[in-house]
């Protein structure tokens, strides 16, 4: 079948059949395509994104550089999964760029499986969603189990509350580094990252700086101006590791990717004076949830509303043993942000839809939020 700019795709089984001798390597560019990999469909449809050689081999040496993976000893955990950008580049392809070594704890995530493979292999390093960063420090909490090699963890993919952070750094207190990384499928997995050494209560907040080779600005959605320190805008981002574009959706690559080289990142963002930024996700509410003793986790959706246009709908798993209702939920709130914060609907449930790196789902939410509410679609 035809593909992006005349890339053919073909059965495996026929290239086995057919296969030669012939010795490839003069041929390949490094700008060519590499793979396909697609988006995670956290916001909608799942979009194909191509992925050159150097995208991913820039983005593997420069994380790795930052991370300290070219360092002698290093032996990084890493229970993602290999087919999503975060585990094939900060995985099987951060082996080959930096020498490090990587330890696969199974063929599905396990925590228990994940501890016993950073204490037996002596792991420094592990490259995690925030649901496992939950899973992690509430097993080690409850079970005692210490992880005395471990020295830096790196998060992305989602948003991670501070509570969160805060509570991993206390359950596993030898850890010295807690790095959030900010990054997408179209950009090889990551634009900025805390510096490693510089963990504190300001980098948690953060997701850190932009990486040695991607320019990184805040513009304004409307006029693509370029905004003051602090002020919110979208986050464009430039750099080796930006896609070539969409798979077969030229049209969808002309919006994301600026005649001069920016990819538009969609997320809202802003940066402060040491150059670190902070993404602006339903964060504020989804952090001050976190901090509630009877919330194991909990996410924040958008619905529609007739009068407004959108209300929230605040998505929470109890700790076992635990109960709440929907006002206690509100009133809480209401105790520590604005009054236009507070979500509108509350719903308990025991567990939410996520992708196959444990990605919540917010599109999903949404779907259901509607239904569940029994709420009328703007569709």
Not at 131 to 158: C, H, Q, R, W, Y
Not at 202 to 223: A, C, F, M, Q, Y
Not at 346 to 360: Q, S, Y
């Amino acid at each position: 079948a035809e593909g992006y700019k005349g890339v053919k795709s073909h059965l495996l089984t026929n290239l086995v059949k057919n296969g030669g001798n012939e010795v490839i390597g003069d041929n390949v560019n490094a700008d060519d395509p590499a793979i396909i990999m697609f988006t995670s469909g956290t916001t909608g449809k799942p979009k194909g994104a191509v992925l050159s050689h150097n995208n991913l081999v820039t983005n593997a040496s420069i994380c790795g550089y930052r991370l300290n993976l070219n360092k002698p000893n290093t032996v990084a955990c890493i229970p993602v999964p290999l087919f999503h950008i975060f585990g094939l580049v900060y995985g099987s392809i951060s082996m080959t760029t930096n020498g490090m070594t990587a330890v696969l704890p199974g063929y599905r995530y396990k925590v228990d499986s994940v501890l016993e493979a950073i204490n037996k292999t002596k792991c420094s390093h592990i490259m995690m969603v925030p649901a496992m960063t939950v899973d992690i420090s509430n097993f080690v909490e409850k079970n005692g189990i210490k992880l005395p090699t471990l020295k830096t963890v790196v998060t992305g993919s989602a948003p991670t509350p501070v509570e969160v952070a805060k509570k991993f750094l206390k359950n596993v207190n030898t850890t010295e580094d807690f790095l959030i990384r900010y990054g997408s499928t179209e950009t090889g997995g990551c634009m900025t990252m805390p510096i490693p050494g510089e963990t504190s209560d300001h980098t948690i907040r953060n997701v850190g700086k932009p990486l040695d080779h991607t320019e990184i600005k805040i513009v304004n959605p409307k006029s693509h101006s370029t905004t003051k320190l602090n002020e919110e805008g979208e986050l464009w981002a430039r750099g080796r590791n930006v896609m070539l574009g969409y798979w077969n959706d030229e049209e969808k690559t002309k919006e994301t990717i600026t005649a001069g080289g920016w990819f538009r990142s969609g997320d809202m963002a802003k940066m402060d004076e040491s150059g670190c930024g902070e993404n602006i996700y339903p964060k504020e509410i989804e952090e001050l949830l976190h901090q509630h003793s009877s919330v194991y986790e909990a996410f924040v959706c958008g619905v529609p509303d007739e009068r407004m246009g959108e209300e929230l709908c605040a998505w929470i798993k109890l700790k076992e043993g635990h109960n709440l209702k929907e006002e206690d939920v509100k009133n809480f709130c209401k105790e520590k942000i604005s009054y236009f914060k507070v979500p509108r609907y509350v719903v308990f449930v025991d567990e939410f839809p996520r992708t196959p790196t444990g990605k919540a789902q917010k599109f999903l939410m949404t779907e259901q939020s509607i239904k569940m509410l029994g709420l009328k679609d703007r569709k």
